[in-house]
């Protein structure tokens, strides 16, 4: 007996709308907002949205504020990346061993 395209794709078929759905959620907003980028709009402002080009970029590289902030979101996140390691191989490290009551404090961390 035969099989038909149905059967054969059916994986696909089952999880192409929420593959669809995800993607759609995610690249609209980022367009949107890519596209946002190059006017000058105040959303509280009757007026509608100026178009500045790169204006809003070239503010934004000659700002020392925007150097500064860069500067901390990277090191507060290798600063949390670090850490976050650190106890994750400490906790797995923990778990691994074999001792009286590991599986309760297993269950207990996890809920």
């Known amino acids: 007996m035969g ?6 794709n059916l994986k696909w078929v089952y999880t192409a709308p929420s593959v669809i759905f995800v993607l759609v959620m995610m ?3 980022i367009a949107y907002t890519f596209r946002l980028s190059f006017f ?3 959303m509280s402002a009757v007026t509608p949205p100026e178009w500045v080009g790169f204006g809003n970029y070239i503010g934004l590289f000659k ?3 925007f150097w500064n902030a860069l500067y901390l979101t990277i090191y ?3 600063f949390a990346l670090a850490v976050e390691t650190v106890l994750g191989v400490a906790i797995a490290m923990l778990f691994f061993r074999k001792y009286r009551g590991a599986n309760i ?3 207990l961390f996890l809920l």
Do not use: G, M
């Open 27 to 29: 690249v609209f907003p």
């Open 40 to 42: 000058q709009w105040s």
């Open 76 to 78: 507060y996140t290798a």
């Open 3 to 8: 099989y038909n395209w149905l059967d054969r």
């Open 105 to 107: 404090v297993k269950t």
């Open 63 to 65: 700002d020392p504020r």
